[in-house]
């Protein structure tokens, strides 16, 4: 029986965008970053969302389990930042591992630095897949877009490095502010000399999370800014080179 509780935002049951196969999708509650494009703005709330134990979730992962396996899927914990609420994640994924069960972590590695490392290193081990989320390839433009630095999810992929963890990178394309030739040559020289990354995500920036600011009575950032159409893909992809398409 696990004893940690944690604070979740939301559970889906049926994702394919985040991960291998049918995914299992668990939203945690609480982000110490103030993205632009952020989706669910009400996540950040860290004393928000239900608090529930891993055997709660798990017993609800387990109904789902044969479409999960058919498809070669698993379970992803995204948020929010997962890594917020590690004790949590370590009891959620031992029960994974029992059980033969993928796991994924969908992260921006903005996590507190009193966060043990101990801690994080047990989820390195228990872990299958990371998704990093990189926002802007440029320190300053990060900042600004996150509220967070760039070295925080850099730092952590130089850590899945080390550990030889399997990744993928997410980077969501905004235009007019992440999309320059100079943005992703910088994402192209971050990657140059990565050798574990598996996968490279362009993701177009859109706005249907807007509602939800709105709803919020925040202000949204990109108000005046467009969502991405295939020709700014294309351009963004064809700048980084076709060797990269999909798995690197």
């Avoid at 299992?24 to 989706?39: E, H, N």
């Avoid at 502010?177 to 920036?205: A, H, Q, R």
Wanted: with cysteine; glycine share 6%.
């Amino acid at each position: 029986m696990t004893l940690c509780k944690a604070r979740i935002h939301s559970l889906e049951s049926f994702s394919t965008q985040d991960g291998p196969g049918i995914r299992y999708l668990i939203f945690m509650q609480g982000c110490p970053a103030r993205c632009m494009y952020c989706q669910n703005p009400d996540t950040w709330d860290r004393s928000g969302g239900t608090l529930v134990t891993a055997d709660e979730v798990f017993e609800k992962i387990e109904r789902c389990l044969p479409y999960l396996s058919s498809s070669n899927g698993g379970v992803t914990v995204s948020g929010g930042e997962p890594f917020l609420q590690p004790d949590f994640l370590v009891e959620l994924f031992t029960l994974c591992r029992k059980n033969s069960i993928h796991t994924a972590i969908d992260t921006s590695a903005f996590y507190s630095k009193d966060t043990e490392a101990k801690k994080i290193n047990k989820l390195l081990r228990l872990t299958d897949l990371f998704i990093v989320d990189i926002k802007s390839s440029s320190i300053n433009l990060h900042k600004n877009i996150t509220g967070r630095e760039l070295e925080e999810p850099l730092s952590f992929i130089k850590k899945l490095e080390k550990k030889n963890s399997p990744y993928w990178v997410r980077y969501v394309l905004v235009p007019d502010l992440n999309d320059s030739d100079e943005d992703v040559d910088g994402l192209k020289t971050i990657m140059s000399n990565l050798k574990n990354c598996k996968k490279l995500e362009f993701l177009p920036y859109h706005t249907l999370g807007k509602h939800k600011w709105e709803h919020l009575g925040l202000k949204y950032p990109l108000e005046n800014f467009r969502t991405a159409t295939p020709e700014d893909m294309k351009k963004a992809l064809d700048r980084f080179g076709r060797d990269y398409h999909g798995k690197i």
